[in-house]
Every structure is written in C-alpha cells, then in structure tokens.
C-alpha cells in the first residue's frame, strides 16, 4: 500500500516564529490532503492538493505540493499559541478500487512557546 | 447541521471481550470511514462503508467487522479484544466522490 513520510517529528518554536513540516512519498500522488489534530482531539481537515506545482494559502498556511506530485510542505508564518498539535499529511491508496482509503503520515507534532 | 457524533465517548473492556462502537457521519453523507489510531501515531484505516457494504479494507484481522445502516450511520465491532486493541477509534464521513474527510471526536477505548 502506499507509504508517506513525514518529518519533522517534533517542533518547538518560540511564538512568531515559522514552522515548516514536509512529507514524502517513493510513488507518484494522485493528492494529498493535510489534516491538523489539537492536543485530545480528533483530525479536523484543511486542504485537498491536488495539481503537480500547486500552492494554496489559508491566511498563514502555505500548503505546496511538488513538481513531481510526490511530495508536499505546510508552512506557518508566525506561528501563534493557537496553532497548537499535530499536523498529519494524508494520501489516497493507489487504483481507483482504494477510493477513500487514507494513509495517514506519523504526524509533526507543534508546541508554540508564548 | 451536526457533525459526525460516535458513542461511546470512552470505553473499558476486558481482555477477550468484544465491543462494539457507533457512528452517524455528518448530514448529506453516505461514506463512512473507521480509524484506529494508537497513542503517538496517525490514525490507521480499519474500512470503508458505502451503500452498506464494505467497500475498502486496511490490514485489519477478521475480529474487526462493521455494518452500515440505509441511514448511513454505522457500528464498527471488534471480537476477542487485545490489549493491542486499546486506542482512539475515530469514525470519519464523505460525501462521495471527494476524498475529503470529516471526522467524529472518537471513542477513546481500553482493554485491561
């Protein structure tokens, strides 16, 4: 099935500063979407990526998904206290039949020190 | 519009026990999704329901089973429980054809 890795693991800023998480596949994507998950909570969606090249902006996310469709960044531009948990990329299993079925990277957990 | 709810919020079992888990995924859709996700991990894909049957299957043994309803709303059941078993059992809605993902505040579950 299809694999995903994420890195970071863990990141400590300071609050202002930016914080960047990448993902990396070995296969080509069809898309990969990002998902943010407080501390006790559940997964709460964010983008879908989608074209070879594409940037998409949430105020001060920057979602990139690469040339090559096989890898993808978020960045933070100043990051607040409300940013707050784990940051998880998602990838959609490869063949039509695996419609829906997500794999999920390990995650890069944030903690923003005020 | 409510969201996707799942009950029980927190769950104890014992060992060899099954248990049984219930979702009903947000208004307007018809795909639901289940996830185990251990403690420090990202959420693993159990299965897929759509139209009531099992559409998509993770690397999960035969003790995990589920059933969709004609409302949507669906039970995910897990026989002679591990304690591997213990994790956050997340239910997740789409609406079909988008891969995007709505998930429940989960059921946090425990195997002693």
């Known amino acids: 099935g299809q694999q995903v890795m994420q890195i970071p693991q863990y990141q400590h800023v300071q609050e202002g500063e930016d914080f960047t998480t990448y993902c990396n596949s070995s296969?080509?994507?069809?898309?990969i979407q990002w998902y943010k998950q407080r501390p006790g909570g559940h997964p709460v969606f964010l983008i879908q990526?989608?074209?070879?090249?594409e940037v998409k902006k949430q105020k001060r996310l920057t979602f990139q998904f690469g040339e090559a469709k096989k890898n993808s960044s978020l960045h933070i531009t100043a990051t607040q206290t409300t940013d707050v948990g784990t940051y998880f990329c998602?990838?959609?299993?490869?063949?039509?039949?695996?419609?829906?079925?997500?794999?999920f990277g390990q995650g890069t957990i944030l903690t923003v020190h005020p | 519009d409510a969201g996707v709810t799942q009950s029980p919020t927190h769950l104890i079992k014992t060992r060899g026990q099954q248990v049984t888990l219930r979702c009903s995924p947000k208004?307007?859709?018809?795909?639901v999704s289940w996830y185990q996700q251990a403690l420090g991990q990202g959420p693993q894909f159990i299965f897929q329901?759509?139209?009531?049957?099992?559409?998509q299957r993770g690397n999960f043994p035969d003790r995990f089973s589920g059933h969709q309803f004609p409302n949507y709303s669906s039970e995910l059941n897990v026989n002679a429980l591990l304690l591997g078993d213990s994790a956050l059992y997340l239910c997740?809605?789409?609406?079909?054809?988008?891969?995007?993902?709505?998930f429940g505040p989960g059921t946090r579950l425990t195997v002693t």
């Open positions: 997740a809605s789409s609406l079909t054809p988008t891969y995007e993902q709505y």
């Open positions: 296969t080509t994507l069809s898309n």
């Open positions: 990526l989608v074209k070879s090249g």
């Open positions: 998602a990838v959609p299993g490869a063949g039509g039949t695996s419609y829906g079925k997500l794999t």
């Open positions: 208004s307007g859709h018809d795909t």
């Open positions: 329901y759509y139209e009531e049957e099992e559409r």
